[in-house]
């Protein structure tokens, strides 16, 4: 869910903190990147009821689209994550967050796959969410954007993906809250999916999961800044509140093994404890730095909008209760991966998945990879992930009578 | 066309080829890492599935472009909807289970056809070895010792004949293999084929 994920901050930032948050500001409504207006007379369908106009999309695109228009994949990303898949984060400086994953030669191969990656809808980099302007108003939408769904984002990439031209995407993957929206496609759009990849993902929020999203928001909200919402208006930042719910979340993306190794109960620049409560520990340091960096480039209602999607996931209640349901005579090739030590999504989440997709009759491979890296894995470097992705696509590839990039060992 | 040299292959895998339709949906339980799948792929052109107990096989086969699944026999068949393939096969996995009798049911009930190959005990070679040497067998086909193998319920080509008839399955084509992947070309009763099959290959339908 985070593209810092559980390394430690190698890289200095080559924009600073104060900058960053006024660039990721004027990310909103203008982002650096590729965005699809839709005006009045196409509408956004939300699930709540209501329609969304004048809405926009924000979304980069990685290699060439063939002549047949076959070899598009669209990689969805996670919580926090953007549509900076494979190039630099105009906002953090950073290389794209799967930049291992998607790129020329690379599994998702930008040499021979046309790559589409869209910020999600309730997001803050350049997507319609609760940080831009309300057109209205003239003023910041805050609270007044309608809650959003993980359907609303599919059926938002949907409009992008016709306006594109593409009738068929070749694969939809994605991790975590992607793999959310990989299954969502897939179970809304089966006729628009070849191939999908689900990742480190589960069929619904789980009572867990959503408790510790309450925590997060909570965090957010009892921070005094935050103004009930209206924070933009009162020019002020829930910074103090967003990384706490930062800090929260990020421990459920790693392991305590990963833990334990990584920082074990080392302390940080000192010899000793100190009887108080400054960063005594090397992990506290780590998380307080986790939390303040995140706060730099995203937006505290955003952080609401999109937590709240994830939690009212249930791809089975919204098929009368029965998981196969959502996959009833599907005909497009599943590729679901899980990770040992993920307890957020854990492996047993997606064989519930596996189960259902067997049960359906539809055609699914399942690889469970052995990492002690927690949930976080499914963006760090993880050779079986790649080798499992690089040899599905491929696979997928010949079925679809695409030129594929070949197992390259 | 196929890279496969079917001279090469496993004799029990030549013989479910032969079995298997052109172009039918397969279910392999206990594909490993999914050699007899891609050759049915290649050499049959089926839609091919499979499903095995080991993740690192499965992985290994999922990294070559298969459809396959980590799951137990005993457990996992029955998320699969009826007749959801046209062949189920079982090649040399029965005798691995912990319950035979309602995996071969399941098969039945997933599968149209159901293929199973399996070590045949009851060859004059293991009888000779627990007559003479009062010791489990240990052979070529059966490697393990009785404390550490995976085959724990091992049966005869009369036993499976009888199994057979217990689950309402009728035998299609019986094929007995010798000891170096051969088939024996001649007809015979079950008797023989009980000695001298070193392994058998056979094709049920449910009655």
Known sequence: MTETASAKPEKTPNISPSTQASVAAAQMDMPASKLMRFDSDNPLRLDEGTELAPWQIAYETYGELNEDKTNAILVCHALTGDQYVASENPVTGKPGWWSMMVGPGQPVDTDKYFVICANVLGGCLGTTGPACTNPETDEVYGLDLPVVTIGDMVRSQAKLVEALGIETLFAVVGGSMGGMQVLQWASAYPEKVFAAVPIAAGPRHSSQNIAFHEVGRQAVMADPDWCHGQYAKEGKRPMKGLSVARMAAHITYMSDESLHSKFGRNLQDRSAITFGFDADFQIESYLRHQGMTFVDRFDANSYLYVTRAMDYFDLAAAHGGKLANAFLHSTTRFCVMSFTTDWLFPTSESKDIVRALNAAGANVSFVEIESSRGHDAFLLDEPELFKTMRGFLTGAAKARGIPAPGNGD | ?207
């Open chain 2, 1 to 207: 066309m196929t890279k496969h040299d079917l001279s090469n292959v496993r004799g029990d895998h030549r013989i479910l080829c032969d079995f298997v339709a052109s172009g039918s949906r397969v279910l392999d339980i206990g594909c490993g890492t999914g050699e007899l799948l891609e050759l049915l792929i290649d050499t049959r052109g089926v839609d091919g599935r499979g499903f095995d107990t080991s993740q690192k096989g499965v992985n290994e086969a999922v990294a070559r472009g298969l459809s396959v699944v980590q799951g137990d026999a005993d457990n996992d068949l029955a998320a699969y909807p009826d007749d959801a393939f046209d062949y189920a096969i079982l090649s040399h996995t029965l005798q691995a289970t912990m319950d035979p009798k309602q995996v071969l049911e399941q098969l039945l009930r997933i599968g149209k056809k159901v293929v199973v190959s399996f070590p045949n005990f009851g060859h004059w070679r293991n009888r000779m070895q627990l007559l003479f040497k009062g010791r489990m067998p240990v052979t070529d086909y059966l490697p393990y010792e009785w404390y550490d193998t995976p085959n724990i319920h091992f049966c005869t080509i009369r036993d499976f004949v009888a199994l057979s008839e217990e689950v309402h399955a009728k035998v299609i084509k019986a094929e007995a293999l010798d000891a170096r992947g051969q088939r024996i070309g001649f007809n015979a009763p079950w008797w023989v084929w009980n000695l001298i099959g070193d392994q058998a290959v056979f094709l049920l339908e449910r009655k």
